[in-house]
């Protein structure tokens, strides 16, 4: 299950030299970000925030130059001598306290997604609603059906990463306990949880037996049909 979400951030860069890097790839292969970071760091720079967008073939890179040993144009060219560069671009930032607004479009499994509060759902809950998550529930048991050909509960860390919840996974004899946690869990919320839990159990003839909410916590038990 591949995730990849690109975070915009507040850095206090007061008096500090602030550099933020595009670099766009040839290609796409093990080791490209561990060998852009060895760069940064022989230089004397510090990475602040770096995001790595497969769709775009893009690195994006924040780094502090305060103390580097190097010119801008130094680490530069030595970025564009890998053969799975294509191109480098730079440009000096701010050196205010700045959220970044150059950020591409988040994706989840090479999806765009849009972001949207909880207290936003928690307060619209309705049956087209339940409807969607059912839907994306779903379309991630899909994924994991193609992957493995059979139910895996361990993979239901998904849920996670889709921000239901944080998750924890026991086995119960021939049965599976989920817990979906999550602060001040409501009944509301839950149902969202829960409808997700339905739609990505569905191809794999599982049921799911809501227990209630102990502890911040909603426990789903799922079974073979």
Not at 64 to 93: A, G, H, P, W
Not at 142 to 152: D, R
Not at 197 to 213: A, D, H, P, V
Request: contains cysteine; charged residues 20%.
């Amino acid at each position: 299950m591949m995730f990849h979400r690109e975070l915009a951030m507040i850095y206090e860069a007061s008096g500090k030299t602030i550099v933020e890097f595009i670099i766009r790839l040839n290609e796409d292969r093990p080791g490209i970000l561990a060998a852009v970071s060895d760069v940064f760091a022989e230089n004397g720079v510090n990475i602040i925030n770096a995001s790595f967008n497969r769709l775009q073939k893009m690195i994006h890179v924040i780094a502090d130059f305060t103390n580097s040993v190097s010119s801008i144009s130094d680490v530069e060219n030595m970025l564009r001598k890998f053969s799975f560069v294509y191109d480098v671009m730079e440009k000096v930032l701010n050196n205010d306290a700045y959220v970044l607004a150059t950020l591409s479009i988040p994706t989840f499994n090479n999806n765009y997604v849009l972001a949207i509060d909880h207290d936003v759902f928690e307060n619209q809950v309705s049956e087209p609603l339940l409807n969607i998550l059912r839907s994306m529930g779903k379309k991630d048991g899909e994924l994991m059906l193609g992957m493995y050909g059979s139910f895996k509960a361990s993979e239901l860390s998904i849920l996670q990463l889709r921000g239901l919840g944080r998750v924890q996974v026991q086995s119960a004899g021939n049965a599976t306990i989920i817990r979906v946690c999550r602060e001040n869990l409501s009944e509301e919320f839950s149902k969202l949880i829960l409808s997700y839990l339905e739609g990505f159990t569905e191809l794999f003839n599982i049921k799911t037996q809501n227990q209630g909410i102990s502890e911040s916590c909603l426990q789903v038990k799922v079974t073979s049909s």
